[in-house]
C-alpha cells in the first residue's frame, strides 16, 4: 500500500475521479447523505490517499487555514468498505497531522461525525462544541492544538 500526498494542482484526472468515486460511495451512497461535494474546497487543500492495487483504499484532505477555518482542517475522511479495519484512517490521519505540523499550520480544527469521537479524541483531539446536526447527520466540533 502506498499514501500520496498531493496538492489539487498536482493530481491526475484518474486520481481526482477515484477519490470523488470514494466520497460519493461512502457519504452520498453509504451513509446516505445528501450534500455538494463539489464545494471550491478540494482546489485549497492537500489530497492524501492510500492506494492498493490502483484502487484507492482509503483518503482524506488537508484543508488550508483561512479557507474553511482561520485553523487548517482534515475533512472527507473515509476507508472503503472492503479496506476496513486494517487502521488505514488512523495511519492517515497520524500522516495528515504530521503533514500539518511540518507546515507549521497547527492547530487544525475538525467538524467531525459523533459517532467518531473516541477516534478523534484517540489522536488528540479535544471537543469544542455541542453535537449539531450537520447534513442530517450529527456532528462536533473538534481542534488539535
Do not use: W
Amino acid at each position: 500500500m502506498e499514501i500520496v500526498v498531493k496538492r489539487f494542482e498536482d493530481l491526475t484526472l484518474e486520481e481526482l475521479y477515484g477519490f470523488l468515486h470514494c466520497r460519493q460511495e461512502v457519504f452520498v451512497v453509504e451513509q446516505n447523505i445528501i450534500y455538494q461535494d463539489l464545494d471550491y474546497i478540494d482546489q485549497h487543500s492537500t489530497h492524501m490517499f492510500i492506494r492498493h492495487e490502483g484502487k484507492i483504499a482509503a483518503y482524506l484532505r488537508i484543508i488550508d487555514p483561512g479557507v474553511k477555518y482561520k485553523e487548517s482542517s482534515i475533512g472527507r475522511v473515509l476507508t472503503m468498505p472492503e479496506f476496513r479495519h486494517k487502521g488505514l484512517s488512523r495511519k492517515l490521519m497520524i500522516q495528515a497531522i504530521e503533514e500539518v505540523k511540518a507546515k507549521d499550520q497547527m492547530p487544525i480544527k475538525i467538524e467531525a461525525q459523533e459517532y467518531l469521537r473516541n477516534f478523534y479524541e484517540s489522536l488528540g483531539f479535544k471537543t469544542l462544541s455541542a453535537p449539531f446536526i450537520l447534513e442530517g447527520i450529527s456532528h462536533i466540533e473538534m481542534l488539535l492544538e
